[in-house]
Antibody
Framework: EVQVVESGGGLAQPGRSLRLSCVGS????????MHWVRQAPGKGLEWVSA????????GYADSVKGRFTISRDNPRNSLYLQMHSLRVEDTAIYYC??????????WGQGTTVTVSS | AIQMTQSPLSLSASVGDRVTITCRAS??????LGWYQQKPGKAPKFLIS???SLQSGVPSRFSGSGSGTDFSLTISSLQPEDFATYYC?????????FGQGTKVEVK
């Protein structure tokens, strides 16, 4: 079964850091770009970041640029999102998603990040 | 960043109705647009890629059209399982951007 599973969410204080992880299985992980998408409580989807198969090209939403860093470890089938200088408005469910070159075809169940003092 | 404007933001419809949702891009994105369905408490589901290509396993009552800046998602005959929120997503250039979402509710 093709799937991705996120972990690493939790409660963090404003200004602190958190690292999210995503493990892919059932597909050749290093063949695909990978993405992070988030959804604040009661709000719509927001694209956060993406990384190409070899990590050579990355992209970020303006709202996280300079604070979040996406990376991957292909031998471990793993995707990461390092989040620094967290803000209350970063509170959301964070989804990892696989890019099949035409869109995001496989999504995880999400991991919840809560930023609060 | 490219802005995606969806309309309507919500609609009420009955089973069997034909429903159309539109998405407008702030600049030409060719056919680099996807549609996603999300039900409460669930991850989004990929419906349509490249503006009009139905993903495997998605019922044929779903269809997409458009290119350039104007796009639409049509459900030809709404079924009970189609009540959900629908999002467009441009994948033309980073940063990718979603539309605000359209909630399809029971009339």
């Amino acid at each position: 079964e093709v799937q991705v599973v996120e972990s690493g969410g939790g409660l963090a204080q404003p200004g602190r850091s958190l690292r999210l992880s995503c493990v892919g299985s059932g597909f050749t992980f290093d063949d695909y770009s990978m993405h992070w998408v988030r959804q604040a409580p009661g709000k719509g989807l927001e694209w956060v970041s993406a990384i190409t198969w070899n990590g050579d090209n990355v992209g970020y939403a303006d709202s996280v640029k300079g604070r979040f860093t996406i990376s991957r470890d292909n031998p471990r089938n793993s995707l990461y999102l390092q989040m620094h200088s967290l803000r209350v408005e970063d509170t959301a469910i964070y989804y990892c998603a696989k890019d099949n070159r035409h869109g995001l075809d496989v999504w995880g169940q999400g991991t919840t990040v809560t930023v609060s003092s | 960043a490219i802005q995606m404007t969806q309309s309507p933001l919500s609609l009420s419809a009955s089973v069997g109705d034909r429903v159309t949702i539109t998405c407008r891009a702030s600049q030409n994105i060719r056919d680099a647009l996807g549609w996603y369905q999300q039900k409460p408490g669930k991850a989004p589901k990929f419906l349509i890629s490249d503006a009009s290509s139905l993903q495997s396993g998605v019922p044929s009552r779903f269809s997409g059209s458009g290119s350039g800046t104007d796009f639409s998602l049509t459900i030809s005959s709404l079924q009970p399982e189609d009540f959900a929120t629908y999002y467009c997503l441009q994948d033309y250039s980073y940063p990718w951007t979603f539309g605000q979402g359209t909630k399809v509710e029971v009339k």
